[in-house]
């Protein structure tokens, strides 16, 4: 797991980490920050969902009034541009 990022959330404790493979992304949960259920349909991303298919680096992961915001840093080491996924609501319930 690589560079991670956590939001307490209505679902708990929910974080979004960089597998093995540094372009998939998995979610995580945890109730009490120290132990973590990994989501059962990892990656929720992968190089084949990126508008552009080289580098990613993570910028931020918020959680505002029932709204997941994922940015993502994605392109070149010469250019990038800033995305955003967006989830409402609950994520497993």
């Known amino acids: 797991m690589d560079r991670p990022i956590v939001q307490l959330t209505p679902d708990g404790y929910v974080m979004i980490y960089a597998g093995s493979i540094i372009t998939r992304r998995g979610l995580a949960t945890s109730q009490d920050g120290i132990l973590w259920e990994p989501y059962e349909n990892n990656p ?3 190089k084949e969902d990126y508008p552009v298919p080289n580098n990613t680096w993570d910028t931020a ?3 505002v009034d029932g709204a ?3 940015y993502m840093e994605i392109g ?3 250019a990038t541009n800033i995305y955003l ?3 409402t609501g609950l994520l497993f319930r």
Do not use: P
Request: net charge neutral; no cysteine.
């Open 85 to 87: 996924t967006t989830h």
């Open 61 to 63: 992961m918020l959680y």
């Open 44 to 46: 929720i991303f992968t």
């Open 68 to 70: 997941y915001f994922y």
């Open 76 to 78: 070149t080491l010469t």
